[in-house]
């Protein structure tokens, strides 16, 4: 039976959605083309259809997952973002939470084709992150600088948290420290 180009579109965005949680559960080497394929629902062979490579298909999913963490990021203000994102159901949820949390340790390793997805996907967090009313004396690179700053310090907090036993005090006093501390350093404009 023929599949229309509209079913097709559809099983394709399916693969990256599956892979793109696979990928954030298990890292890029913890997953391989026929076992993702079979949790999309499809034969490995239908793979090829879709994508040149496996690395494609890391691309895809990193910018897939990487879209949606900036639309879960959209309206929040530094505080909302740094209590969401630094929370233990964000440290538990690997599959749904952050890409950069989950992969930019692997992505370091891989084609420039993934590691340009994850520095347009940084820069994209850094614009949704940037204060809309930024006070007028205040140096944009100053907040660049912060914002760059707050990114790396809530993403490491999860990376280190989640290297540590789920249920191990460590792995909770990692986010409640940093939390914290990054919360103490965002000025007034940034919080509201």
Sequence with gaps: MRVTK???????????ETASALFRERGYDGVGVAELMAAA???????YKHFRSKADLMAEAAASGLSQSLVNSAGLDATEFVNLYMSRDHRDGRSVGCTMAALCG?????????KATFADGIESMLAVLEPEDSLDDV???????Q????????????????????????????????????????SPSQAT
């Design 6 to 16: 509209a079913q097709a579109q559809a099983n394709r965005a399916h693969i990256v």
């Design 106 to 114: 692997d992505a370091a390793r891989q084609s420039e084709e993934v």
């Design 147 to 186: 914002m760059i700053d707050m990114l790396a310090h809530v993403v490491g907090a999860v990376v280190l948290s989640r290297a540590c036993p789920d249920d191990s005090p460590l792995a909770d006093e990692i986010l409640e420290v940093c939390r914290e501390k990054i919360l103490a350093t965002l």
């Design 41 to 47: 629902g499809f034969t490995h062979g239908g793979f």
């Design 139 to 145: 140096d944009p690179h100053t907040v660049r600088a």
